[in-house]
């Protein structure tokens, strides 16, 4: 019988947002062309086409290297920290005033869901540029001293495209260093939106620069020798070579990386909110999220249980126009990651003999689009027990008693984070203490805030954003 | 002592809290800093390091966990036992550093007031890099800082004592475990070091000291990936050498501490961040409700 | 889903509800409520965008939900005769508005409002049990109770205990609501928690369990007399139960939230949260109900707006 309340389209108007047909580089306070070739970047549930963006070469690098420079020693990294604040502030306000074009935006480029851009990526990034523009003049009480490292190299993935700049230029313009910044080659029109709202924020030229292009823009960004800071956020891979690149040098290096974290279900868990935790925790986002919980693990004796509410829970998301007010889940980034889920989730079939199950959802034709998926029968020697799928795919595995959830949570070259889903408090405490991850939520997943530091143990990358502590990365040391 | 024939020491390494010989069966000499004969010391193979890989490993469930106020405890019992020993070490200075008796008497001194100095920070420096973070809603969020794991330490090569010590108890109070590389001309105060240990209610495998060339040994540690952090000091001056285990340690993204262009002065305040590079900060959240 | 009879269900549970001791342990072995997690859920749902055809379909099965209640020591045969004629014909002026379900009255005005809707096909329902507090003897109580039925009530909406239960004394509570569904007879009962004297989630789902394992057609959030009345999140937990209670039972219990509901688009949250929590099946005045009185004449307000692509006043539509 078919649903008599089905919910009429609720589209979120695109006329806010104006596109332009082509984008340059955003260098010393410009819009200028690049030197290089140009890339279309697409809207991922249409495959449309959104504009045609630059594709900085080395010598558009340079060019924003040297003018990150010249802004660092000549302003900025001289200017008193309360004029940096209100800099720091002027942007955030400017986020919140243009918070809805700056949230169609990232839904256009990104494929993410309105209602996440807008209720979930966007307010944090005006609170990460509130917060750290409150740090700019106390930088001697953050216990790293006040001077500033110079330039700031930054890339950034597509995941958070927004969010992740934020957590980006929001700490090391507050410390006093300048930034270049290269956007995901798949998401970069927010940046470029951002660069705008630089513009209108009257932020000195040179002081934030967006270099847009792929991996060898990246490259050129990183192994520039004229930068004392790079800060990464994406693949452990990529992450692993940029350790290799700055080998040797006297940059200094923060990567946040994967992750493949342990979602643990005990029996005495809240079990409604659990069932929300695991679903917020894998199919947020698209599951396009480092510290997603892609692996729930769940005490044998309410296994059957709560995989028959999350399946039962699944039935209710609805996947589709991201720009549906009532999308929960929305389109795969690109068709590279598409194919990528796609290969995972077959050799999961395999592995698990047929363990593979998605509620009946129609999906666009057009676009990329990959079902909510769980995986029971999964054992942690399965493939999909331990690669970072970055899609919409659950790992269902049990275990009997808690010192097994933590060997089974740790065993992971990954370490970022970690759920624990349980009402009683010391277990709580016991299983914080023993799990090897950076950020841990118990009886909650997926929570985000400016003053929480957030980065990983062990293969996750090093040092943490946000806090006090996220200043760490971008200041010399107690002095 | 005319007519007594001395009874010569053969130094060895110390893993797991023994003192086994190297697994290689290799050692080499070791002179004074007038250049004569001192003894023979175990040469550490890369064997011994991934010996003592497993050892620190096995080690570091037991140690972190053990109470800050407990590896306080255990910090300061190191330097009580090495007070009690400091001729040995005035002497072990001496001979291995040249200098004056005087000036090796200044670099124990240094050496025990560190280690009683670290002993302190055990139960404080969580306090100082940790804390309640306000987040914008209903939740407790907790951020403290917790050992990396395994580290591997590159001793100083010249400041064979108080550099030693100097990186090895950052990197214990905190709660980690070390395999270090002793210097490799200068190894005596390590090896008299690890008698200390191995009477100071230390765990064994909480500190393994492997004798022996950093640039022989160093490049294992730096690949293993079992190890989570590797301090480069020992190699200080060696760019390319220092280069090649820095991408060798981004295998398993261990966190490096960089060597640097010439060895520091020891005897310089040490600050914090000897400790804070071997700490993850882990923060945990949860709601707040009735 | 199995489909089981009410009596195998109840047998079922014939081992919980035996002693104290043993419902005790089955309430408090029920899955903890997070009140920071149900808040989200709740809100998020509250996020939903529902326009023109689903609001359109929203608005009329939300005036369908209508328990449209007086319940004041005021109250008098012109005002309740005024109510059930509002709650027969909410939009004069519309004859294809729906009827609201009931209209909601203290018992001894049963038998005016009775009068008023005959055969309209609107309930009338009563609140009985010593209304709102519940403070009187179990006799007090039955004889309300009885009196309302004889009355010509179609629904009696009873509080529970609420000392007793805060105490802990939860077989009185259930053998309470097993005695006033018994002297219901024919009539549905509705079970009102109060769960605003209640404070924790936790226990509005133990008492939702009660009182579906003693027999209540429908579980009631608020007498209305008590802030907080309805809230989304509590409805939510209730929602979770009824849907719970019928996967273990076979069994399907209403849910009415009373109290606090003023207008439509906090209507169309409880409904969508009815859509997406409990299931469609609830979609429906015979499994959802709202308590409210100023409610209606928004849910009008909206409807016309939606109909006339204007908005409308309060001049436009009758007081009652």
Redesign the interface.
């Known amino acids: ?1 078919s ?8 589209l979120e108007s695109r006329g806010i947002v104006n596109l332009q047909p082509s984008y340059g580089l955003f260098i010393n306070g410009e819009f200028v062309d690049g030197a290089g070739s140009s890339f279309k970047t697409i809207n991922p549930a249409t495959e449309e086409v959104l504009a045609e963006v630059s594709e900085a070469d080395a010598a558009d690098v340079d060019k924003a290297v040297k003018a990150a420079r010249r802004a660092h020693t000549r302003v900025w990294g001289k200017m008193p920290g309360r004029e940096r604040a209100k800099y720091l502030y002027r942007i955030a306000r400017i986020i919140q005033e243009r918070g809805r074009e700056l949230a169609v935006l990232e839904t256009l480029d990104n494929g993410k869901p309105i ?1 996440e851009a807008r ?1 979930v990526d966007v307010p944090i990034v005006a ?1 990460h540029f509130f917060y750290y523009a409150g740090w700019a003049d106390k930088l001697e009480h953050s ?1 790293f001293g006040t001077r500033s490292l110079g330039v700031a190299a930054q890339v950034i993935p597509w995941n958070f495209p927004l969010l992740m700049l934020a957590w980006k230029i929001a700490p090391a313009l507050a410390a006093g260093n300048t930034v270049v910044l290269k956007p995901a080659e798949t998401t970069p029109l927010t940046a470029l939106l951002f660069a705008e709202i630089c513009q209108q924020a009257d932020l000195p030229a040179g002081v934030v620069n967006i270099v847009t292009g792929a991996g060898a823009t990246g490259q050129a960004l990183i192994a520039h020798e004229d930068v004392d800071k790079v800060a990464f956020t994406g693949s ?1 891979e990529v ?3 940029i ?2 690149v700055v ?2 040098t006297e940059k200094r290096v923060t ?1 946040e ?1 994967g992750g493949k974290a342990a979602n643990i279900v005990f029996d ?6 659990a069932i ?2 695991i679903v917020n925790g894998i199919f947020f986002n698209q599951g396009h999220v480092c510290c997603a919980g892609s692996r729930l693990l769940v005490q044998e004796s309410v296994a059957d249980e709560v995989l028959e509410r999350l399946k039962s829970r699944m039935t ?1 998301l609805r996947v589709g126009d991201p720009l549906d ?2 999308t929960d889940i929305g389109a795969i980034n690109s068709a590279e990651q598409l194919a990528r889920i796609r290969e995972l989730a077959e050799i999961g079939e395999t592995e698990t003999g047929g363990g593979r199950w998605s509620p009946a959802c129609e999906l666009p034709s057009q676009g990329f689009w990959f079902p909510p998926t769980v995986f029971t029968g999964v054992t942690q020697a399965h493939r999909i027990a331990r690669e970072e799928i970055f899609g919409p795919v659950l790992s269902v595995l049990t275990f009997r008693t808690p010192t097994e959830a933590v060997e089974k949570a740790n065993n992971t ?1 990954y ?1 970022l984070s970690a759920g624990i889903w349980t ?1 009683k408090g010391s277990r ?1 405490l016991w299983m ?1 203490d023993q799990l090897r ?8 997943f997926n ?1 985000f ?1 400016p ?5 990983g ?3 996750s ?2 040092g ?1 954003e946000g ?1 006090r ?1 996220g200043l760490e990365g971008y200041l010399k ?2 002095e | 002592m005319a007519g007594r024939i001395d009874v010569r020491k053969t130094y060895k390494l110390f893993i797991g809290g023994a003192f086994p010989r190297s697994e290689s069966g290799y050692s080499y000499v070791v002179n004074d800093a007038k250049g004569q004969f001192m003894a023979n010391a175990s040469l550490a193979s890369r064997k011994d390091g991934r010996d003592a890989v497993v050892a620190a490993r096995k080690a570091f469930g037991g140690w972190s966990a053990r109470t800050a106020y407990n590896r306080a405890q255990i910090l300061y019992r190191i330097a009580e036992v090495m007070e009690d020993r400091r001729p040995q070490f005035v002497d072990a200075v001496f001979r291995s550093e040249g200098g004056s008796v005087a000036r090796a008497n200044k670099v124990v001194d240094e050496a025990i007031d560190r280690l009683v100095w670290y002993a302190g920070w055990a139960d404080k420096i969580t306090q ?2 940790g804390g309640a ?5 209903p ?1 407790f ?1 907790l ?1 403290s800082p917790e050992p ?1 794991g395994v580290v591997a330490v590159l001793a100083p090569q010249e400041s064979s004592l108080l550099g030693l010590v100097s990186v090895v108890a950052p990197a214990i109070t905190t709660g980690n475990t070390v395999v270090v590389v002793s210097s490799h001309e200068r190894p005596l105060p390590a090896v008299t070091f690890a008698e200390v240990l191995a009477t100071s209610d230390v765990p064994g495998g909480v500190v393994n000291i492997l004798t022996g060339s950093a640039a022989t040994v160093g490049p294992w540690l730096a690949a293993h990936m079992d190890v ?1 952090a590797i301090d480069l000091t020992g190699i200080a001056g060696d ?2 050498l ?3 285990l ?2 060798a ?5 261990k ?1 490096v501490r960089r060597a640097p262009a010439a060895e520091p002065d020891w005897s310089q305040d040490p ?3 000897a400790m804070t590079w071997l700490l ?8 707040i409700g009735l | 889903m199995t489909d089981t009879s009410t009596t195998t269900a109840a047998a079922a549970y014939d081992d919980v509800t035996s002693s104290d001791s043993t419902l005790r342990r089955f309430l408090h072995g029920l ?4 009140q ?3 808040e ?2 709740a809100a998020s749902l509250g ?9 359109e ?2 608005i009329d ?1 939300a005036i369908r939900m209508v328990d449209l209640t007086t319940l004041e020591g005021a109250d008098t045969v012109g005002k309740v005769t005024a109510l059930a004629n509002k709650a027969m014909r909410p939009d004069p002026a519309d004859p294809s508005c729906p009827q609201a379900a009931a209209v909601c009255v203290y018992p001894d005005m049963v038998a005016t409002a009775k009068q008023v809707l005959s055969s309209s096909g609107i309930k009338v329902a009563a609140v009985a049990t010593a209304f709102p507090s519940g403070r009187a003897a179990m006799d007090i109580k039955l004889a309300d109770t009885r009196d309302a039925v004889e009355a010509g009530a179609d629904e009696i909406d009873m509080v529970i205990d609420r000392g007793a239960f805060l105490s802990g004394r939860y077989l009185q509570v259930f053998e309470e609501i097993q005695a006033v569904k018994q002297a219901c007879g024919q009539a549905h009962l509705k079970v009102i928690f109060e769960t605003g004297e209640l404070q924790t989630y936790d226990n509005v789902r133990r008492v939702s369990w009660l009182a579906m394992l003693a027999g209540a057609d429908f579980i009631k959030t608020s007498t209305g007399k008590v802030q907080p009345a309805a809230t989304l999140p509590v409805t939510l ?1 209730m929602l ?1 139960a009824v849907r719970d209670f019928r996967a273990a039972t076979g069994q399907m219990v209403g849910v009415k939230p009373a109290g606090g509901i003023r207008n439509t688009k906090e209507a169309i949250k409880y ?1 969508v949260m009815v ?2 929590v409990a299931g ?1 099946d609830w ?1 429906d005045p015979d499994w959802f109900r709202f308590g409210a009185s100023s409610l209606l004449n928004d849910l009008l307000m909206q409807r016309t707006k939606m109909q006339t692509g204007r908005y409308s006043g309060p001049d436009y539509f009758t007081l009652d």
């Open positions: 019988m649903n008599p309340f089905s919910y009429a389209p609720a209602k209720d609170a216990g452990t992450g692993k070579a350790a290799r080998a040797g990567l990386l005495d868990a809240p079990l409604d909110q929300e935790g209710s007010k009532n070259p370490g009402e709580i914080a991850a950076g950020v841990v939520w118990a009886n909650t929570k805030d003053t929480s530091p957030f980065g143990y062990k293969e990358g090093y943490r806090g502590h040391g107690a | 100082v890099v973070n306000p987040v914008a809603g939740f969020n951020s990396t989570n760019a390319d220092a280069r090649n820095e991408i340690a981004a295998d398993n993204l966190r600050g914090t961040s993850e900060t882990k923060t945990v959240w949860h709601p | 899955p903890g409520v997070d920071v997690g149900a989200a859920r996020t939903r965008s529902i326009k023109t055809s689903a609001k379909f929203a099965l937990v979770e409904l859509n997406e469609s979609l």
